[in-house]
């Protein structure tokens, strides 16, 4: 049973920490690069689609278990701790108001588009192109 709770932890403070990021990325004081890879971890973390869908057996999971916690880790490294302190104390009030959580359609755009291309890519290869 502890394993359960640890793991219900870890996936609680990665929300959190998504969140702290959302709000980094608004903050000018967050350098330019930790600003792009915040924006793909965001993007890709609230977004509605996964780039490989959980019904997959165990590679589904894989975005939730390492890509995102992986994402997530880098971009706090590269936020300085002022930015991040700033980051959580507009979290908690955020919170404290009950907003509701953010979507991100630029995460579904970016999946979408890369299921699409992937898609074209799979036709192409099977039936060759056309003239």
Not at 25 to 48: D, E, G, H, I, Q
Not at 56 to 75: C, K, M, N
Not at 85 to 98: F, I, K, T
């Amino acid at each position: 049973m502890k394993i359960f709770k640890k793991i219900q932890v870890l996936a609680k403070t990665l929300k959190r920490d998504v969140m702290v990021l959302w709000f980094a990325l608004r903050n000018p004081l967050t350098p330019m690069m930790a600003k792009a890879v915040a924006f793909l971890t965001v993007a890709y973390a609230l977004s509605p689609i996964d780039l490989i869908p959980d019904f997959i057996p165990l590679l589904g999971y894989l975005d939730d278990f390492i890509v995102i916690p992986l994402l997530v880790a880098l971009t706090i490294r590269l936020i300085p701790d002022t930015v991040l302190a700033q980051s959580r104390v507009q979290l908690d009030e955020w919170l404290g108001q009950r907003q509701a959580k953010p979507r991100s359609r630029i995460g579904l755009l970016i999946v979408a588009s890369i299921w699409l291309l992937v898609i074209w890519l799979v036709v192409r290869a099977l039936f060759g192109e056309s003239a």
